[in-house]
C-alpha cells in the first residue's frame, strides 16, 4: 500500500516542478524578449514579449521533460 503514496507523491512532484520549470522560462525568455523589442518600440515589445513567453513555455517544459524526469 505504501508504494500507492510513493507514485502518488512521485507525480505530484513532477507536475509541480513542470509548473515551476514552465513559470521560470515564461518569465526569463519573456523578459528578454520584451527587454528586445523595448528597443524598437512598445508594440514590438509586446508582440516579442509575448513570443518570449510562448518560447518561454515550451523551453520550459522540455528542460524538465529531458532534464529533470
Known amino acids: 500500500m505504501c508504494f500507492l503514496f510513493e ?3 512521485r507525480r505530484v512532484r513532477n ?10 522560462g ?4 519573456g523578459y528578454v524578449g520584451w527587454w528586445l523589442g523595448d528597443k524598437m518600440g512598445m508594440i514590438y515589445a509586446f508582440a516579442l514579449g ?3 513567453n510562448l518560447l518561454g513555455i515550451y523551453v520550459g517544459w522540455k528542460i524538465n521533460k529531458d532534464c529533470l524526469s
Open 7 to 9: 507514485s502518488l507523491n
Open 15 to 24: 507536475e509541480w516542478m513542470n509548473k515551476l520549470c514552465i513559470f521560470v
Open 26 to 29: 515564461m518569465v526569463l525568455v
Open 50 to 52: 509575448s513570443f518570449g
